[in-house]
T-cell receptor, first 112, second 114 residues
Framework: DQQVKQNSPSLSVQEGRISILNCDYT??????FLWYKKYPAEGPTFLIS?????DKNEDGRFTVFLNKSAKHLSLHIVPSQPGDSAVYFC???????????FGAGTRLTVKP | NAGVTQTPKFQVLKTGQSMTLQCAQD?????MSWYRQDPGMGLRLIHY???????DQGEVPNGYNVSRSTTEDFPLRLLSAAPSQTSVYFC?????????????FGNGTRLTVT
């Protein structure tokens, strides 16, 4: 069962505009959420995270929003740059639990 | 600082063959894990270890064995390869003592089983 879902396999945006990537989860026990970015032929790299006690976390151009009641989180990239073109994975886990679940990924293309 | 190193980068096996995917990290991370990435499925946890001598199963452990004799190394063994094990395999590690410590991934091993 996929407990973390990214329903959009791909997203294309223009350089300078906002990119919004979405993620839904089904397990209400999850309390820690992360976004990873992956370039071809490389492993995923950590981008930003948020714990369930917050509803927003910001790091430069990247902001993650968490809506616990809807079991939904989103990643906003503003402004988008061509170098942001990659596959983005959403992940979730419970505190101190060793089983982190990942979504299927969304391929973001930022056009110059 | 090499981080997480995986070898080999590519491997082709025939059905029934066995092999070991190597993973080493130089960050003194207690926690190490193996994931497989398949199209439309994301990353799925195969096995993990919270320290030397301790291993446990993840979401998709069947057909794979692991051991952890040192902090640095966490090899993944395919006992009898099957076409369903064709995938990209990622090793990852993190500090165990902090629950919100993110995973550090290697660059992956692309395995094809014919």
């Amino acid at each position: 069962d996929q407990q973390v879902k990214q329903n959009s396999p791909s997203l294309s945006v223009q350089e300078g505009r906002i990119s919004i990537l979405n993620c839904d989860y089904t397990n209400s026990m999850f309390d820690y959420f992360l976004w990873y970015k992956k370039y071809p032929a490389e492993g995923p790299t950590f981008l930003i995270s948020i714990s369930s006690i917050k509803d927003k976390n910001e790091d430069g151009r990247f902001t993650v929003f968490l809506n616990k009641s809807a079991k939904h989180l989103s990643l906003h990239i503003v402004p988008s740059q061509p170098g942001d073109s990659a596959v983005y994975f959403c992940a979730a886990s419970r505190a101190w639990n060793n089983d982190m679940r990942f979504g299927a990924g969304t391929r973001l293309t930022v056009k110059p | 600082n090499a981080g997480v190193t995986q070898t080999p980068k590519f491997q082709v096996l025939k059905t029934g063959q066995s092999m070991t995917l190597q993973c080493a990290q130089d960050m003194n991370h207690e926690y190490m894990s193996w994931y497989r990435q398949d199209p439309g499925m994301g990353l799925r946890l195969i096995h993990y270890s919270v320290g030397a001598g301790i291993t446990d199963q993840g979401e998709v452990p069947n057909g794979y064995n692991v051991s952890r004799s040192t902090t640095e190394d966490f090899p993944l063994r395919l006992l009898s390869a099957a076409p369903s094990q064709t995938s990209v395999y990622f090793c990852a590690s993190r500090y165990r003592s902090s629950y919100n410590s993110p995973l550090h991934f290697g660059n992956g091993t692309r395995l094809t089983v014919t």
